[in-house]
């Protein structure tokens, strides 16, 4: 499980100095309940001791170097009156969006993340994971970006028309959600996380220009993510899923300390345009090589990554995305080994 000094190499990273080995973390939450076996995913999702229990496992059985809270996408909509729907081992996702206006953001303004939902059960799992593991590993809590929270409240399509046709109420959404992001990163921070994951895939480039991102999306990001970084001291994790390096640039002012690469890019190019700029995170592709493919294609695979990526430092090996519920057991098996075993500097 970890080892002794992660949640250090994890800040050296971000201070873009060098760590003693490339820490190894995967989205794996959707194959650990599976591997687990005790729960269904709605059983875990809802339970702040189940989401302990299961994570505490997986982190010490596979040797990952986080505890990962994401979970589902769905913990601050639920409670301002977004439909969602999950069951069995299938995730929750939101479903029915409430009508686009004002009315909506005072119901955010409204809410109380230590209270909202099963908010509360998210700031348990992570209280218990640090009190467990200390600082073997980095306790990962996770909220989504202000953009892509438009997404979750008024739909993808509503919030990608108001990027032409109401910029003001766009704006203030964001502005709206930020307020209430910082609040809630607070209370993770308070409970234990070291770090944050901050999704904000609604921004992937087959959605938005860069042009587009840079004028709507970026100062509003960029200001929660100062804020957090310098104000809450705790580290800010984008994941846009991005593929593209002109993309990627433009995150780089955002000011925060790493950002996951999606499976599709070319991690070479990614790696060249932000080596010595900003910390990255990636992106071994959780479909085609850790479910689909052998250990020795796994292995194959985090070489080359490896290979590419760790020399320098201001890199930390990843999924690129969420790894598959029936991933074979012996792929992450053989992808932590074979980080592991070429990690130190």
């Known amino acids: 499980?970890?080892?002794?000094?992660?949640?250090n190499d994890f800040q050296a990273i971000r201070r873009r100095k060098m760590p003693s080995r490339v820490p190894c973390t995967a989205a794996s939450e959707e194959f650990d309940v599976k591997w687990y076996g005790k729960y269904t995913y709605e059983e875990f999702c809802q339970d702040g001791d189940k989401i302990f229990e299961v994570i505490r496992a997986?982190?010490?059985h596979f040797d990952y170097d986080w505890a990962w809270v994401q979970i589902d996408d769905c913990f601050?909509?639920?409670?301002?009156?977004?439909?969602?729907k999950g069951e069995g081992n299938i995730l929750r996702g939101t479903y029915q969006y409430l009508p686009v206006g004002r009315e909506s953001l005072e119901r955010v303004r409204a809410m109380d993340p230590c209270r909202g939902g099963r908010m509360p059960e998210k700031l348990k799992a992570l209280e218990k994971l640090k009190a467990y593991f200390g600082d073997t590993v980095l306790v990962t809590g996770s909220c989504a970006a202000p953009f892509s929270a438009i997404g979750l409240m008024w739909s993808i399509e509503e919030s990608m028309l108001l990027l032409l046709t109401d910029k003001d109420l766009l704006r203030e959404a964001m502005e709206c959600w930020k307020d209430f992001y910082v609040r809630y990163i607070k209370a993770q921070k308070d409970a234990g996380a070291d770090?944050?994951?901050?999704?904000?895939?609604?921004?992937f480039s087959s959605m938005v220009s860069v042009d587009l991102y840079n004028e709507h999306?970026?100062?509003?990001?960029?200001?929660?993510?100062e804020?957090?970084?310098?104000n809450i001291d705790i580290m800010m994790w984008l994941h846009n899923s991005e593929i593209h390096a002109d993309h990627v640039r433009s995150h780089f002012p955002l000011?925060?300390?790493?950002?996951?690469?999606?499976?599709?890019?070319?991690?070479?190019?990614?790696?060249?345009?932000?080596?010595?700029?900003?910390?990255?995170s990636g992106n071994i592709d959780p479909i085609k090589v850790l479910w689909k493919g052998t250990p020795e294609v796994v292995e194959s695979e985090v070489e080359r990554i490896m290979g590419i990526c760790k020399e320098g430092g201001g890199f930390i090996f990843s999924s690129g995305e969420m790894v598959p519920r029936d991933t074979p057991e012996e792929n992450i098996s053989a992808m932590v080994k074979?980080?592991?075993r070429l990690a130190t500097y």
């Open 1 to 7: 499980m970890g080892y002794r000094g992660a949640v």
């Open 195 to 203: 770090a944050i994951w901050l999704g904000d895939c609604n921004a």
């Open 338 to 340: 074979t980080v592991k």
């Open 227 to 230: 804020y957090c970084e310098n």
């Open 76 to 84: 601050e909509f639920e409670p301002i009156g977004v439909g969602v």
């Open 217 to 225: 999306i970026l100062p509003v990001t960029r200001d929660l993510i």
């Open 58 to 60: 997986a982190v010490e």
């Open 255 to 280: 000011g925060y300390s790493f950002e996951n690469i999606g499976p599709d890019a070319d991690i070479r190019e990614i790696r060249e345009a932000s080596k010595g700029r900003v910390p990255i």
